[in-house]
């Protein structure tokens, strides 16, 4: 496969790509920054290239992050939902998630809402949309509604992963926690099997030991974690570096990031029952990885990953074949990456038999300014 550099809709002073496909297509979303107000901006995939960017949202207090982006999703009616976070509290780091949609493509949208009401000026992002049967919404992020520690709460002073779902009138019908323990700051991930949804995220036990972690959506109820791979990662603090999920019928593919011998590597398992048991990790990077991983799967049942590669001193984007027997094709470099943790974490996207790819580079320019890049490629 070969990739092209094609000139990215997103403006200068712009990064925190997120790229979500659909029936309808890809959305590629990033955030733009002119003064003090930043802009949610998208674009879509189309046959002639990307479509003009429109803007969804728009503030002067938002909570910015190069690891906890915006997004903008299409659903199968056209409706477009947007998802952005606005501080609550500059001493605590606390901010809340917002929602907002749009029924006439983008043009309007509705006043911004959250999906949590818990009231508390902590945490709320990390967030991760899904679209659920009848065009309807379903969104999972992470909750630090009982991040303080108290003294009469043992169950206080952790990370929660909370699951929100909207009916057809936007009325919320769920608001349940999933896992009262997750890792404090890395992504979380969620697509919708054959069986129902599926999420992974960065698991926390009370060792310490941060492996990834899946929970599927039966019946209306989330079931317990389980563990995808027994890394045994124990760290005191967060990696922010979550994992990446994909899943077609009830195949499913789930990469992550991990640290063994004191080397950052990449990883890759498939499972063929909607993620109830996973195959044995294929690893993605050749001499290390920095992480921040992506992960489609194919119609043939393999998967094209992406990562960070870093070996010698450099870090570059890469991406490769794998497929469940553990084979790999040869790595292809998509681009150095510059600009440090600010450089963000690289997106993925398939629009037929086209991968689309961005990420945000500052050019190796003086003032340091980034600016998110795409490319594309034929899936042979």
């Not at 990953?305 to 991406?319: Q, T």
């Amino acid at each position: 496969m070969t990739l092209q550099r094609v000139m990215s809709p997103a403006g200068a002073s712009s990064s925190e790509p997120q790229i979500i496909a659909s029936d309808r297509g890809l959305v590629l979303s990033w955030v733009e920054r002119v003064g003090t107000t930043s802009s949610l901006k998208f674009a879509e995939r189309t046959g002639s290239g990307w479509s003009t960017p429109m803007t969804a949202a728009s503030g002067d207090d938002w909570f910015l992050s190069y690891a906890d982006v915006p997004s903008v999703m299409q659903l199968g009616n056209d409706t477009l939902v947007a998802q952005w976070l606005k501080t609550t509290d500059p001493r605590t780091e606390g901010y809340d998630l917002l929602l907002s949609y749009s029924t006439d493509n983008g043009k309007t949208w509705a006043p911004p809402f959250t999906p949590h009401h818990d009231g508390t000026r902590f945490q709320h992002g990390f967030a991760s949309l899904v679209e659920l049967p009848g065009n309807t919404v379903g969104v999972l992020w992470l909750d630090g509604r009982n991040s303080e520690f108290l003294d009469n709460d043992p169950d206080s002073g952790s990370m929660t992963l909370r699951y929100a779902a909207f009916d057809s009138a936007w009325k919320q019908v769920a608001d349940v926690d999933i896992d009262h323990k997750t890792c404090e700051c890395c992504q979380t991930a969620a697509a919708v099997t054959a069986d129902g949804v599926l999420t992974a995220y960065r698991d926390r036990d009370n060792d310490e030991v941060r492996d990834i972690g899946v929970s599927r959506l039966e019946g209306g109820t989330w079931t317990p974690a389980t563990i995808v791979a027994r890394d045994n990662w124990k760290i005191d603090f967060c990696p922010v570096n979550g994992p990446s999920l994909a899943a077609r019928g009830r195949d499913a593919v789930v990469a992550w990031f991990t640290v063994k011998n004191e080397r950052g590597q990449a990883y890759a398992a498939f499972s063929n029952d909607a993620g109830r048991t996973w195959g044995m990790p294929i690893r993605l990077d050749d001499a290390g990885s920095l992480g921040r991983v992506d992960v489609e799967l194919l119609d043939d049942g393999s998967a094209i990953a992406s990562w960070v590669e870093f070996a010698e001193g450099a870090s570059s984007v890469r991406i490769r074949r794998i497929d469940r027997t553990g084979a790999r094709s040869m790595p292809i470099t998509v681009a150095g990456v510059t600009g440090g943790r600010a450089s963000g974490f690289p997106r993925m996207g398939l629009r037929g038999n086209e991968l689309v790819i961005a990420w945000s580079d500052s050019g190796g320019g003086e003032d340091g300014q980034l600016q998110v890049q795409t490319a594309v490629g034929q899936i042979p």
